[in-house]
């Protein structure tokens, strides 16, 4: 029996259940790990209230990221034994392969044997939004050298990851913040420029910055009623990678500057490069040499114990954090 962390009904952060459970040995491709730290995302509250593209089966599991030891490994699965130390790229279902809890049973081609350097706080927090940054700036977008990326929500840690990735690759990293007090910790982080939403025109600061040209990419999670700024914000042929829907508002499509400017809008999750091998292989070398040179490096908020995962999940939601929420156990 395992300490698990289940859900029995759509709701907010109080429907989570920490129960005793029986977790089966790993399956052909899978292993278990005895789970040390994991991260959580805003995906799991989106699948927790019934807001994700993928529906809950009741009691459901919940949980994409995690790192700890190998403890048995399935049939055919080579190249892990146990007592190995990995952490996991999300995988691409959340229903079957849940993180939460004192063990998780995932892919085996999934797991990665992090740097030795990496804490289990630190590991928890790389894959999720390491792989959503580097897919959407680099192999949807393609952003080079030299290119100007509006990344909005940019406190969140995909944001801060897409900050380091631009950095990585020579581009220019403008980060979107509601209120001024994020500004600072955001230019610390790397931002090259921060535009703070609420005391500034999005897009008319994003084309000062530009020099009046836009911004080849932006990368949003939020959608709604800023959409029309976003295109404002774009170039000539610039892209829109929208890779969430965090405002409850309706979304209007831009039409005029689509139409006008030859804009393209991608709606992007990080399944798009875990269910693509080469893709996924480029993100892995990608991220891990990061981490090895330093370029990328993980910003936790705050760590709780399992035991509070609801306290965890509530300040997740609070936005009040400028970086991962990693839960302990």
């Known amino acids: 029996m395992a300490r698990i962390v289940r859900i029995h009904e759509l709701g907010g ?7 005793e459970v029986e977790v089966p040995p790993p399956g052909p491709g899978e292993i278990r790990i005895q789970v040390k730290a994991l991260g959580i995302n805003r995906a799991e509250s989106m699948f927790r209230t019934g807001r994700y ?4 089966v009741f009691p459901a599991r ?3 990221e995690a790192a700890g030891l190998v403890e048995a490994v399935g049939p055919g699965v080579t190249g892990f034994a146990p007592g190995d ?14 993180t ?7 892919p085996a ?10 804490s289990w706080v630190d590991a928890a927090a790389v894959w999720m939004q390491y792989v959503t940054a580097y897919g959407a700036l680099v192999e949807i977008a393609g952003l080079a050298k030299g290119d100007a990326v509006l990344i909005t929500a940019a406190s969140s840690s995909v944001g801060l990851a897409a900050i380091q990735v631009a950095n990585r690759i020579g581009a220019v990293p403008i980060a979107a913040t509601r209120g001024s007090t994020k500004a600072a910790a955001l230019r610390d982080a790397g931002a090259a420029h921060v535009i703070v939403t609420e005391e500034e025109d999005l897009a008319a600061r994003a084309l000062a910055i530009t020099g009046g040209a836009g911004v080849r990419l932006v990368f949003d999670p939020i959608a709604g009623p800023s959409f029309d700024a976003l295109a404002d914000a774009l170039a000539q042929g610039g892209i829109l990678v929208e890779y969430g829907a965090l405002s409850p508002e309706a979304t209007p499509f831009p039409l005029f500057p689509a139409l006008v400017k030859g804009l393209t809008f991608h709606g992007y999750q990080y399944k798009e490069i875990v269910s693509d091998p080469a893709r996924l292989d480029r993100a892995k070398r990608f991220i891990l040499e ?11 908020a705050k760590t ?8 965890a999940t509530r300040y997740l939601e609070s936005n009040e954090q400028i970086g991962k929420v990693v839960v302990t156990v």
């Not at 990061?290 to 936790?300: C, E, H, M, Q, Y």
């Open 13 to 19: 952060p109080d429907v989570l259940r920490i129960e």
């Open 53 to 56: 593209p993928e529906a809950p």
């Open 62 to 64: 919940l949980g994409y």
């Open 85 to 98: 130390a990995v952490s996991l790229v999300p995988p691409l279902s959340i229903t079957r392969w849940g």
């Open 100 to 106: 939460y809890g004192e063990v998780a049973t995932v």
């Open 109 to 118: 081609e999934l797991a990665v044997k992090h740097p030795a350097t990496l």
């Open 290 to 300: 990061g981490l090895a040179d330093g370029s990328l490096k993980p910003i936790v």
């Open 304 to 311: 709780f114990p399992l035991d509070q995962i609801v306290e």
